[in-house]
């Protein structure tokens, strides 16, 4: 079985600040790794994913993830927020060992960026 | 290049009715996953369908059925309708294990 945590319902920083979203997961094989965001009424936009190799993954708009594979963890980061970057954040995993596809999510955090 | 679209965008059902929600892939795409996303969650995995064959299945019963077509296009069926099956239903798209997974904007199904 595979699962996926997201401690935080919100997280509240201030324009200019570092950010960082929490996420830790479980699988039993390797893992595939996935940020989403998704903007009120919406579908999910893809930001960024770890496949495997360098433990920090940059994506979309700015936004990395640093992958640990001893804590189990791929938070999401970005070193400056922006208002527009208020939405709610999705992380999702899939064990790379199965011929199964389907994505587990977390429950979301929101982001909320002041101006 | 195209995304994932899905129709409709909104649809209002009565409780017993019968749905059907369609999705098209974005071009080139073999793999076509739905997810259902109640309020406040986050999606929850329905099925899966890899070259018109259901590839996997989460915990959903029998009257979610899907379809895959030889374009890779994808309907999914809600039988008996019930008011906990109003959701957000979102499709996505993949083109293999190690892609990323492009997703659409979603039905919102309200059942009343």
């Known amino acids: 079985a595979q699962s996926v945590a997201q401690p935080e319902d919100q997280v509240n920083v201030a324009e200019g600040n570092p950010l960082t979203v929490k996420c830790t997961y479980s699988v039993s094989g390797n893992p595939y790794l996935f940020w989403y965001v998704q903007y009120p009424n919406r579908g999910l936009q893809f930001l960024l994913k770890y496949i495997t190799g360098d433990n920090l993954v940059k994506g979309s708009y700015g936004f990395e993830a640093e992958f640990n594979k001893s804590q189990t963890s791929f938070h999401l980061k970005k070193p400056s927020a922006l208002v527009s970057d208020s939405a709610l954040y999705f992380c999702?995993?899939?064990?790379?060992?199965?011929?199964?596809?389907?994505?587990?999510f977390g429950s979301g955090t929101r982001l909320q960026v002041q101006p | 290049e195209t995304g994932v679209t899905q129709s409709p965008t909104h649809l209002i059902k009565t409780r017993g009715q019968q749905v059907t929600l369609r999705c098209s892939s974005q071009?080139?795409?073999?793999?076509v996953s739905w997810y259902q996303q109640a309020l406040g969650q986050g999606p929850q995995f329905i099925f899966q369908?890899?070259?018109?064959?259901?590839?996997g299945r989460g915990n959903f019963p029998p009257r979610f059925s899907g379809l895959q077509f030889p374009n890779y296009s994808s309907e999914l069926n809600v039988n008996a309708l019930e008011l906990d099956d109003s959701a957000l239903y979102l499709c996505?798209?993949?083109?293999?294990?190690?892609?990323?997974?492009?997703f659409g904007s979603g039905t919102r199904l309200t059942v009343v």
């Open positions: 996505a798209s993949s083109l293999d294990r190690d892609s990323g997974y492009t």
């Open positions: 369908y890899y070259r018109e064959e259901e590839n």
């Open positions: 999702a995993v899939r064990d790379q060992n199965t011929g199964r596809r389907a994505l587990t």
């Open positions: 071009s080139g795409h073999n793999t």
